[in-house]
């Protein structure tokens, strides 16, 4: 059973990048916004699904990311040079916002998390030097988008194996340890301040290294578009339909959400209908299974046992 | 405080707001013992437990271990230095297997295992709590008698040297107290100092070496097993004064 | 200089009124069921919009038009509840985060429910005393914002009627402090909730109701509101109306001192209640917010 699934794994990780060959533009521009919601989603998940901590400020990080590349390109430097100062500067935001926020339990840490991303956006839209609400623009001229293609695949790539990696490996345990009890945690020597504060950080790193790159493949980035809290609700969204704490949930839901995307952008009444979407899929997973897909798919075990045996 | 102590605790009080449920309780535990403590309901037993294990900060007191001033520090870093307790109502890490409940203790407890090293300390104590069979099992899916042993199994896998177990005998049968108390006479058998909280008598009378007891958070008598039964005062506070 | 003072505490006690009123309806039902009520700023929004419809189909005015929407909230936050209410315990995730997560998908469907039936334009209320002002001790204060603080006043009151006088209020009360020992001296925990949750989804309303009559508002309106709640029940605690009218005096002195006496620009203005919301969860983790010790006791055992 277990090469089936690396098979599969393989398969996903070798078909988006030889997807140019035989894709248009059109859907390869889809694939990378497919990549992105599984950076986001996956990433998220370290904290939220692995630790159980749900923040919901992480649009701040993809706007830092966003922000570092776009102002630093502006000064003259090689883009894809700036992502890895987006992702410190992110790293170091989060454990600056985290040293305290971690002290709080469940859903205040929530809150207190939709206080800072507001915070955030308040300011940024106020603030010159980010282009105010009007946003900024990229240098013009090496616009590549099969470099853009491929970077957003390889980060994908890279964030869902770093993810598995975590969730075998004794981190990934101290954190399912925390989510699942915390004072037992402690009492068997889990620093859960550290852990919290290390999975926040990495996962605020990989959002803004995709936030980089969301800035030299968009070209223009405004407070709205990066700090919105619509933004933070879909990347909160995509693993809890998928099934938090998997490695594979945040996929799933990153697939459902962007063909539903996709497929609302192009029906006019869906379109003014996306938030009683998002609501109420929030609704429908958070009453009757919590665990999302993966939930169900697990509920459904007795009736492929079934299946398997005759 | 004496030399072979491995525990000292002076004059510990614990105040929750309007409530007194430690007052100035004093003890040493030496290096081997099986320390008991009993003492009726509301005694303030699981309090002190919180305390010397660093969930709890004493409202004043010190309590020393291996000779260094502990309290104040937290949970994980009293872990770390080698004390743990176990709950007295269990809490496993239910969506986690058995084996992944003992190997997250043998990684961050005082041990520090990883890798091989770790899977071999999990194996065997495993073992030694007679938990091998359920291994892969979910921790959420046990009895209460095999989550007691996963408890201690746990505490067991940090590697403390002073390990404190809060009533672990609670709703056992005669059959699994029997095999408790062979358990934790090996745990003291391995080196590992042993307080135990317990309400069954005759097996902390059993097991102990010394014995102390608290009432209404005060300690009221302490010493081997057969002085302290026959202390008027311990009778009393059990039976209520006549 | 002394004119400042007393403008700035005018303003703060109008405000204060109305942020008690809005912060009451996040207590009550927090208090009650440990339910952290994101739909609050939906409610407030639809408050908003409802008492708009009123004014502009019906020409009622916005203050009469709040005796209609209190009403129908309450019948609202019922009917809600007897929905959702009873399936918000089964979690994977610990209660309360799924219990947000819901009240935070009930608040995307009321955003999209308003965008549906008033599209996404700015809306305000324009009355024949909207822009007209009042002198009080030397101080101009628009009318609007003199009658909001009456009607804050007045629901305050009322509430604490109930709260003390009735057994339902004393009901309410006694769940908010300890719901098994209520339910053992035979309260209804059932009948209080639901009860409970129609008040707070009152209260939205209300408050959003008032607020259309001060100020221009979208669907998207009522976020910053909901953090000013929040930042209101932490610090004034959620068990008495006084603690919640000490807390809105508390933010509402802050932001208006902040306003006239620092040169912080209005569009920074929310962040810093923010901040201070921030600060408040993160500084009073055992003190005076019951909402705190409560939940640093559960986790303690």
Not at chain 1, 210 to 229: E, K, M, R, W
Not at chain 3, 1 to 21: D, E, F, N
Request: proline share 4%.
């Amino acid at each position: 059973m277990k090469w089936i699934r690396a098979v599969l794994w393989a398969a996903a990780a070798i078909l988006p990048l030889i997807a140019p060959l035989f894709l248009d533009r059109g859907m390869l521009n889809d694939l990378w916004q497919l990549a992105l919601a599984v950076i986001l989603a996956s990433a998220w998940n370290l904290l939220g699904g692995f630790a159980g901590q749900v923040s919901l400020g992480y649009s701040a990080f993809l706007g830092i990311g966003a922000y570092t590349t776009l102002l630093l390109s502006l000064k003259g430097v090689e883009p894809f040079l700036t992502l890895p100062l987006g992702a410190v500067l992110a790293a170091a935001f989060s454990i600056i916002i985290g040293l305290p926020a971690f002290r709080l339990r469940g859903p205040f840490f929530t809150i207190a998390t939709i206080g800072v991303a507001e915070a955030v956006r308040v300011c940024a839209s106020s603030v010159s030097f980010t282009g105010g609400s009007s946003g900024l623009r990229m240098p013009t001229g090496s616009f590549n988008f099969n470099l853009n293609y491929f970077s957003m695949v390889i980060l994908a790539i890279a964030v869902v194996a770093t993810a598995a990696y975590v969730k075998s490996s004794p981190f990934g345990h101290g954190l399912a340890a925390i989510k699942q009890d915390i004072d037992a945690a402690e009492g068997v020597g889990v620093n859960s301040n550290r852990f919290k504060l290390a999975a926040h950080a990495l996962s605020a790193a990989m959002v803004a290294l995709a936030g980089g790159l969301y800035a030299i493949n968009f070209q223009y980035i405004a407070p709205t578009s990066v700090f919105d809290f619509r933004l933070s609700l879909s990347i909160v969204l995509m693993p809890i339909l998928g099934g938090l704490g998997t490695v594979i949930g945040p996929i799933l839901g990153a697939l459902i959400f962007s063909t539903l995307q996709i497929k609302l952008l192009s029906i006019p009444l869906l379109r003014d209908s996306f938030l009683f979407i998002y609501g109420g899929l929030l609704i429908i997973v958070m009453l009757y299974e919590p665990d999302g897909i993966v939930g169900v798919w697990r509920r459904l075990a007795p009736v492929r046992r079934i299946f398997n045996a005759s | 405080m004496p030399p072979e102590a491995i525990l000292s605790a002076r004059a510990i009080s614990k105040r929750f707001g309007g409530l007194l449920a430690l007052a100035s309780v004093d003890f040493d535990v030496m290096r081997g013992d099986i320390f008991g403590i009993i003492g009726p309901n509301g005694a303030g037993k699981t309090t002190l437990f919180s305390c010397i294990a660093g969930a709890l900060s004493p409202t004043s007191g010190e309590i020393f271990f291996r000779g260094e001033r502990m309290n104040g520090l937290p949970n994980h870093t009293v872990v770390k230095r080698g004390m743990v307790r176990t709950h007295q109502i269990v809490r496993p890490f239910r969506q986690m297997t058995v084996a992944e409940n003992i190997s997250v203790a043998a990684h961050f407890g005082a041990g520090r295992r990883r890798g091989a090293d770790a899977d071999r300390s999990v194996r065997d104590i495993l073992e030694r709590t007679a938990l091998a069979p359920d291994a892969s099992a979910l921790a959420g899916a046990l009895t209460i008698g095999q989550l007691k042993r996963l408890e201690i199994a746990r505490a067991m896998a940090t590697e403390p040297q002073v390990i404190c177990l809060d009533e672990v005998m609670g709703g056992l049968n005669p059959a699994e107290i029997v095999g408790a108390m062979a358990l934790i006479r090996s745990i003291r058998d391995s080196g590992i100092t042993v307080l135990m909280i317990e309400h069954h008598v005759h097996a902390v009378a059993g097991l102990s070496n010394r014995i102390m007891v608290l009432n209404f958070g005060q300690k009221i008598a302490e010493g081997p097993p057969q002085q302290v039964m026959n202390d008027p005062a311990v009778i009393t506070a059990y039976l209520g004064a006549d | 200089m002394q004119q400042q003072l007393v403008s700035v505490i005018l303003s703060a006690l109008l405000a204060a009124g109305l942020y008690a009123t809005m912060a009451y309806g996040l207590a009550v039902i927090y208090g009650v069921m440990r339910i952290i009520n994101l739909a609050h700023a939906g409610l407030m929004m639809l408050g908003a919009y409802v008492t708009f419809a009123l004014f502009s189909r019906f020409s009622l005015d916005p203050f009469a038009g709040l005796i209609i929407v209190g009403p129908f909230f309450f019948l609202v936050g019922v009917v809600l509840y007897r929905i959702m209410g009873s399936r918000l315990t089964r979690s994977n995730v610990s209660p309360s985060i799924e219990s947000l997560l819901v009240t935070f998908g009930i608040w995307l469907v009321l955003q999209n429910l308003a965008y549906v039936i008033w599209s996404g334009d700015t809306q305000s209320i324009l009355t024949s005393y909207t822009l007209k002002s009042v002198k009080i001790l030397g101080v101009r204060l628009g009318v609007p914002s003199v009658l909001v603080f009456l009607a804050s006043v007045a629901s305050l009151i009322f509430l604490n009627l109930l709260l003390k006088r009735t057994y339902l209020g004393k009901a309410i009360r006694a769940v908010t402090q300890n719901r098994d020992a209520a339910r053992l001296s035979g309260v209804d925990a059932d009948r209080i909730s639901a009860t409970a949750f129609g008040l707070g989804t009152a209260f939205a309303g209300i408050a959003g109701g008032m607020l259309s009559t001060m100020q221009a508002f979208t669907p998207d309106f009522g976020r910053s509101f909901l953090l000013k709640s929040f930042c209101i029940i932490v610090l004034g605690g959620m068990e008495s109306v006084t603690g919640v009218a000490v807390g809105a005096l508390v933010l509402a002195a802050m932001e208006n001192g902040l306003a006239v006496y620092t040169s912080v620009p209005t569009s920074l203005q929310d962040a810093v209640s923010f901040a201070l919301l921030f600060i408040a969860l993160v500084a009073f983790p055992q003190g005076l917010p019951s909402l705190f010790t409560r939940f640093a006791r559960r986790s303690f055992r």
